[in-house]
């Protein structure tokens, strides 16, 4: 019979383990979101744009990391969990959107809309491709 003791143990190592990988990815992730808005949004006319941009790559690295790789969980603990989870941002989208209609501007909310949706799923659709050609080539 296990030591219940060296069980909690090896569990919470696990979960801290687990913790470090998603905050070693989700620091650079943060880092490299607040530089777009700040860096490419004057160029892209504005946050709502820069938010479509960061979302469709953080949905292309998702679908990447979510084919055959290999230490698949170590990396999606990183990169998808950490680094894109902290990349992407659907509350600014959200946002985005409210602010579009609070300006009387429905079709542009509606474009920002569907535009975000369709391109996040081809983007992601197209990482996960990448992944499968790269892998089992």
Do not use: H, K, Y
């Not at 777009?36 to 679908?63: I, K, Y």
Request: hydrophobic share 55%.
């Amino acid at each position: 019979m296990a030591d219940p003791d060296l069980l909690r143990r090896r569990r919470l190592r696990f979960a801290l383990r687990e913790l470090a990988l998603v905050g070693l990815g989700a620091v650079p992730g943060a880092w490299l979101r607040w530089q777009a808005g700040l860096q490419l949004g004057p160029w892209l006319g504005g946050t709502a744009w820069t938010n479509v941009l960061v979302n469709l790559v953080g949905s292309f690295l998702l679908g990447l990391l979510s084919g055959p790789i290999p230490r698949r969980t170590t990396l999606l603990l990183a990169l998808g969990v950490g680094f894109c989870g902290a990349l992407t941002t659907f509350s600014s989208w959200m946002l985005d959107l409210v602010r579009l209609l609070q300006t009387a501007q429905p079709r542009l909310a509606l474009l920002l809309l569907l535009g975000s949706l369709a391109g996040g799923v081809a983007a992601a659709a197209l990482g996960l491709a990448t992944s499968r050609r790269l892998w089992r080539a």
